[in-house]
C-alpha cells in the first residue's frame, strides 16, 4: 500500500495524512540498513516491526517545496544487548522535513531536515521510514538491571544463577578476589 501525494494537489491550507506503514516494507529497509558494514557490530542483530506503524502527518506546499510535520508512533523488538531476550520498544519520533524539487538525480543529503524529491510524485512511506531507521538505538536493554548470560556457560542471570566460579577479569569480583587468604 503507497500513500503517494502530488505536490500540485496539496491545498494552500494544507492535507492531512493518516496512514499504517507497511510493515515488511519497512523491515526490508531496517534490515538494509544492518547490513552496512561499519554499523554491523555496534548494532543489535535485528530489529522487527510486527505491527505498522502508523504515521499523522500534516503536509503543507510552500512553491515547489513540500513541508511534512507530524509523528510516527510504533513498537518494534529487538534482542536485549546484554541477555538477548527479545525486547519490545515503543517508536514515538517526530516527523518535520522539507523536501525540495530536484531536477535530476537526488543530492547528497547533508541535512536530515531536508531533502530532494523527484518528479510530480511522493511516496509518504518511504520519506517516514528514513525517522524510524533514524531513531533506532545502537543497544536496548530489557531493563535497567538486566545481568546478562553467564560468559561461560550461556545461563540467563535474570533467571537463573549458574554454578560457574566467577570470571577472570569481571570488575564485580575483582574486590572479592583481593580478599581472598592467600
Ligand atoms: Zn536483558
Ligand atoms: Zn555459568
Known amino acids: 500500500m503507497q500513500v503517494v501525494i502530488r ?8 492535507r492531512h495524512f493518516d496512514f499504517d506503514l507497511d510493515s515488511s516494507q519497512l523491515n526490508e529497509r531496517v534490515a ?14 535485528s530489529y522487527v516491526f510486527n505491527s505498522a506503524p502508523k504515521a499523522s502527518l500534516k503536509v503543507y506546499r510552500r512553491g515547489n517545496s513540500v513541508e511534512i510535520h507530524g509523528s510516527l508512533f510504533g513498537a518494534y523488538s529487538t534482542p ?3 541477555c538477548a531476550e527479545d525486547t519490545e520498544v515503543k517508536l514515538d519520533v517526530p516527523v518535520n522535513i522539507t523536501l525540495e524539487k530536484s531536477a ?8 536530515v531536515a531536508i531533502g530532494y524529491y523527484v518528479g510530480e510524485e511522493i ?3 518511504s520519506v517516514v521510514e528514513e525517522f524510524a531507521v533514524l531513531a533506532l538505538p545502537f543497544s536496548v536493554l530489557c531493563s535497567e538491571g538486566c545481568k546478562g548470560l553467564c560468559t561461560s556457560c550461556g545461563a540467563n542471570l535474570n533467571s537463573e544463577m549458574c554454578a560457574c566460579p566467577p570470571a577472570e577479569g569481571d570488575e564485580r569480583f575483582a574486590v572479592l578476589r583481593g580478599l581472598k587468604i592467600q
Open 104 to 111: 535530476g538525480k537526488e543530492g547528497e543529503q547533508d541535512d
Open 123 to 125: 511516496e509518504l512511506q
Open 32 to 45: 538494509e540498513v544492518r547490513k552496512v558494514a561499519d554499523h554491523q557490530s555496534l548494532m543489535p542483530p
Open 80 to 82: 536485549c544487548s546484554r
Open 7 to 14: 505536490p500540485q494537489d496539496i491545498p494552500p491550507q494544507g
